[in-house]
């Protein structure tokens, strides 16, 4: 089945700066990647995702990138805001086994 | 509209007891999936139900634990003789098809065993 990996599993950066977060997968079928934020008590969110049939896709300050040959995906976050802290899971969706596995989550901290 | 919702929000039981958690996916949803959550740590799959066919019952960490999806809808984890180490939050989840969509969570229950 599908194994992703993610890393690293926590990250603390100063507010403004940069953060990325990157995993990778197993499965050559897999097509979707969605990434996920959860607030300390919340449900995990969906907050950017991208297919596999294009390289990168972004949304304000986040931004998702997709290497299908080296099968590996990154989250970036620009000008980082402590609002940012949370926890965030990558997940890939198997074409074969139909199903979402997640990756084991970072715990992004912004330093103010 | 309504999202998935789970039942109870809290749970406290005793060592010992069997425990039943509630799921209700958003309507039409076709995908469900359960996962534990202990303080701090990520997402521990569980079961995952996809329409009419067989679930994926590879992550439940014993026979205590069971699950059911009736009328591929309401779904319902059962585990039974709980031990203190069940105590988690129990998060499910559910997506509207088998192609590759965003999946939605509930607010989960949190499970205390005392």
């Known amino acids: 089945g599908e194994n992703v990996e993610q890393h690293p599993s926590t990250l603390s950066v100063q507010e403004g700066d940069s953060a990325v977060i990157k995993c990778t997968y197993s499965d050559s079928a897999s097509n979707y990647f969605p990434w996920y934020k959860q607030e300390l008590g919340k449900r995990p969110q969906l907050i950017i995702d991208?297919?596999?049939?294009?390289g990168e896709k972004k949304d304000q300050r986040i931004a998702v990138t997709l290497n299908k040959t080296a099968k590996h995906f990154s989250l970036h976050i620009t000008e980082t805001q402590p609002e940012d802290s949370a926890v965030y899971f990558c997940?890939?969706?198997?074409?074969?086994?139909?199903?979402?596995?997640f990756g084991s989550g970072t715990q992004l901290t912004v330093l103010p | 509209g309504a999202g998935v919702s789970q039942s109870p929000s809290n749970k406290v039981t005793e060592k010992g007891k069997d425990v039943e958690l509630r799921c209700d996916p958003i309507s039409g949803h076709t995908a469900l999936y359960w996962y534990r959550q202990s303080l701090g740590q990520g997402l521990e799959f569980l079961i995952y139900?996809?329409?009419?066919?067989?679930?994926?019952k590879s992550g439940l960490p014993s026979d205590r634990f069971s699950a059911e999806r009736t009328g591929g809808s309401v779904s319902t984890l059962t585990i039974q003789r709980t031990q203190q180490e069940d105590s988690a939050v129990y998060l499910c989840a559910s997506s509207p098809d088998s192609v590759g969509t965003e999946a939605f969570f509930g607010q989960g229950t949190r499970l205390t065993v005392v």
């Open positions: 991208i297919r596999s049939n294009v």
């Open positions: 139900f996809q329409g009419n066919s067989a679930p994926d």
């Open positions: 997940a890939a969706f198997s074409g074969s086994a139909r199903q979402l596995t």
